[in-house]
């Protein structure tokens, strides 16, 4: 096999800033030397280290990566801590809407013994992926946009509803590093004119499914924080803004209060 020296070499020459990291994640996925040859050629043209080895590591979980899906960020395993944090009900109900892999759903179900956890993606890639992950930890997945997917039993009964939606606006995708520009679905990035398009339309549907004291948790850029909660509160939700120092992860969240449930039913 490639000795280490040469393949971090080749790592760093090809850009990747933790090249000693990935020399050792490939070493070690790889099976033969021709196999690790062709998974360094694979990441040196750009494509994503999860979609190599077919897998990322999501708070300690091995999470399958499909090619073309959207790989979860490192940033994202704040957004899981915060909804632990929020210490919901006994057996809580997780809803993941644009999931992707469905780790961030996984990962905060794992957390949550007894939790019910249902996964929804639009793009039928990352629903095949979903499914991977999602169904072996006892959760089910659907194809759609939002919300539409999910069973209607659901409605008022969300306790957990994490929407990692696109947030990049779409006049930054051709600044976005290429291993996510070119190998990742355009409607996993592309979050429209200020990068709040699909999230505003989250918060604006998301009382209707979340229970009493139920919560939306949403990812964002820092700059959106103030709009992202200004549209939680015009839906009705108690908002607030939560930040990471350590990975600069920005998460928004949205909670009803007993006077939303009452109004709307």
């Known amino acids: 096999m490639l000795s280490s020296p040469d393949l971090i070499s080749r790592l760093r020459a090809a850009g990747c800033v933790f090249a000693e990291d990935e020399a050792e994640i490939l070493a070690r996925a790889a099976r033969t ?13 750009g494509l994503p280290l999860e979609q190599v080895v077919g897998w990322a590591d999501f708070r300690g979980l091995r999470i399958h990566v499909d090619p073309g899906v959207f790989a979860p960020r490192r940033r994202s395993e704040f957004l899981v801590e915060t909804a632990v944090a929020l210490e919901p009900a006994r057996d809580p ?19 949550l013994p007894g939790a019910e956890l249902h996964a929804a993606d639009l793009d039928p890639a990352a629903v095949a992926c979903a499914r991977r992950n999602v169904e072996p930890a006892g959760g089910h997945v659907y194809e759609g946009d939002l919300f539409g997917p999910l069973p209607a039993s659901l409605r008022g009964q969300v306790s957990i509803l994490i929407c990692n939606a696109p947030y990049v606006p779409t006049r930054e995708i051709a600044l976005m590093p290429p291993e996510a520009r070119d190998h990742e679905a355009r409607i996993a990035l592309d979050g429209g004119g200020d990068g709040l398009a699909v999230l505003r339309r989250a918060a604006s549907a998301a009382p209707e499914w979340l229970a009493p ?21 015009s839906a ?14 920005t998460v928004v969240t949205g909670t009803t209060a007993p006077w939303v449930r009452d109004r709307l039913w």
């Open 236 to 249: 009705g939700l108690l908002a607030r803004a939560h930040y990471d120092d350590e990975t600069g992860a």
């Open 93 to 111: 109900v997780i809803v993941d809407v644009c999931c992707g892999t469905g780790a961030l759903g996984v990962a905060t179900a794992h957390a």
């Open 33 to 45: 030397p021709d196999q690790l040859e062709s998974m360094v050629a694979a990441r040196v043209r």
């Open 213 to 233: 004291g139920g919560t939306l948790l949403v990812e964002t850029g820092e700059r959106q924080a103030e709009p992202m909660t200004e549209a939680m509160t």
